[in-house]
């Protein structure tokens, strides 16, 4: 589910920012850590993957909805010294 997509009443609190799941809500109950989301399959016969967004302080307020979403920044993305995490 996409933000544009969220409609009153749904449990999501958190968006993804960056990487394969861009733009994802989903729901999470935990303040801190690393957590892998599911990539959305773009056909049944993809196999599932996973990827890793950092839970931040950070919050994103998205038009229509009351309550701001907890942003998750990718984890897998380089950083600027050549090496990955």
Known sequence: MNAAEAGPGHDCNAICLGGPCHGLLTHIDQDIGILTVPV??????????????????????????????IALHWADQPCSCGLTP
Request: proline letters at 13%; a positive charge; aromatic letters at 10%.
């Open 40 to 69: 959305p399959r773009r056909s049944p016969d993809q196999p599932e993957t996973r990827a890793r967004y950092r839970i931040t302080r950070e919050r994103v307020r998205y038009c229509g909805q009351a309550e701001p979403y």
